[in-house]
């Protein structure tokens, strides 16, 4: 039979004879301490925390503890770094319109444009915007979500359309480049006559090397989580179950042939307007898909069909809630009265019908007004 192994002698002095017959008495050294976890580990693990923390206020009803973590003010740019959530907003805005450029010109699609604004965004939702430069991180952004959509992109292509847009935008904005430093080395002499940057530059090879990097620090900040649902299929699936069920009809009936592809399209922008928003990290996305159904409907003057209540055949499970229509659509507009050339007279309806439907339900007043928002003078904003 094998013979068991020893106890390990215990830490501490032990006596011994020498040859002389005298005793000795010798120190064992103490067992070593055990291994303390790393910075970057314990910061990994926040940054898991903080998405996970994320995930939950998307997929559940938002608490008022939810609420106040994903509160502008309480983002790390606005904590941290000192800006004000109205700057906070504007360098997520205008960021999320230089992926979504960015995303035309290497060619895709909504779901990898959309993926990487929604990556963006989680990954400011942890770190703070003077950390690291957002057209960086934009660009890895992109290279992530092509990867995930399964329209993977060189990383070359990627870096030189990106800082061409970046460039352009710089040399276009004149002295609005002065006013927004974040900018950085946008331009430069390294470039050949079509405007993109010469690969074999030292500033093509820094920048390679720092979006590879920043691909890496994107990834453990979200926890590796790639798997991202968008509104639009949800547009998709809910207009294709109200338009056979005759559930919504033109103010006008002679238009009603039209009404599936007007409506889907409609809703598609508001959706992808949506995305330039922290919606993501507040909403599920069937909400904001629902949300926008609404406000696409108001805008083609649509409306339900026998009488019905807008929340009655957007959710027959009763899980949509009148304060999170009204607040997503109040979000959405404030987003796109900013936009330069906006007709703002069109949310006239959309906030009247708000009010109207919020009074009926609770018996309170409507959502923010919009007035502020539409009386101020429009500015041209630069990326």
């Not at 939810?66 to 360098?91: F, N």
């Not at 592809?261 to 598609?268: E, G, N, P, R, S």
């Not at 922290?278 to 069909?305: D, E, S, W």
Request: aromatic letters at 6%; charged letters at 25%; proline letters at 7%.
């Amino acid at each position: 039979m094998p013979q068991s192994k020893p106890p390990p002698p215990p830490a501490g002095p032990t006596k011994n004879k020498n040859s002389n017959g005298n005793t000795t008495t010798k120190q064992l050294p103490s067992p070593p301490p055990p291994p303390q976890p790393s910075s970057s580990s314990s910061q990994h693990r926040s940054a898991t925390t903080t998405i996970s923390m994320i995930k939950t206020a998307t997929t559940s009803s938002p608490s008022s503890e939810q609420e106040h973590h994903l509160a502008d003010s309480g983002l790390p740019s606005c904590i941290k770094s000192g800006l004000t959530p109205e700057e906070e907003r504007s360098r997520r805005r205008r960021t999320c319109r230089f992926i979504q450029e960015a995303s035309r010109q290497l060619k895709l699609d909504l779901n990898a444009s959309g993926t990487s604004m929604v990556i963006f965004h989680r990954f400011y939702a942890v770190h703070s915007f003077l950390d690291h430069d957002r057209f960086e991180v934009a660009m890895a952004c992109l290279l992530l979500a092509a990867k995930t959509e399964e329209c993977s992109r060189k990383l070359n292509h990627v870096i030189r359309e990106a800082w061409r847009l970046k460039n352009m935008a710089a040399k276009k904005g004149g002295s609005g480049a002065a006013s927004t430093p974040e900018l950085g080395d946008a331009v430069s002499d390294n470039v050949d006559k079509h405007g993109y940057l010469n690969e074999k530059s030292e500033e093509f090879v820094r920048l390679k090397e720092k979006i590879l990097l920043l691909e890496r620090v994107v990834l453990h900040t979200i926890g590796f989580e790639l798997s991202i649902d968008h509104p639009f299929k949800f547009i998709l699936i809910q207009i294709k179950k109200m338009i056979p069920q005759r559930h919504l009809e033109y103010v006008n009936p002679e238009k009603n042939k039209k009404l599936s592809h007007q409506l889907t399209k409609t809703a598609m922008d508001f959706a992808s307007d949506s995305l330039q928003t922290n919606l993501c990290l507040k909403y599920a996305p069937k909400k904001i898909a629902l949300t926008c159904i609404y406000m696409g409907a108001q805008y083609c003057k649509v409306r339900p069909t026998e009488g019905r209540a807008w929340l009655e055949i957007l959710d027959s499970e009763g899980e949509f809630a009148m304060d999170e229509l009204a607040s997503i659509a109040v979000q959405i507009m404030e987003l796109i009265a900013d936009k330069k050339g906006c007709d703002l007279t069109m949310f006239e309806s959309i906030r009247f019908d708000l009010t109207k439907m919020k009074k009926d339900v609770s018996g309170e007043r409507g959502p923010p007004s919009l007035e502020k928002g539409m009386n101020r003078p429009v500015k041209r904003q630069h990326l």
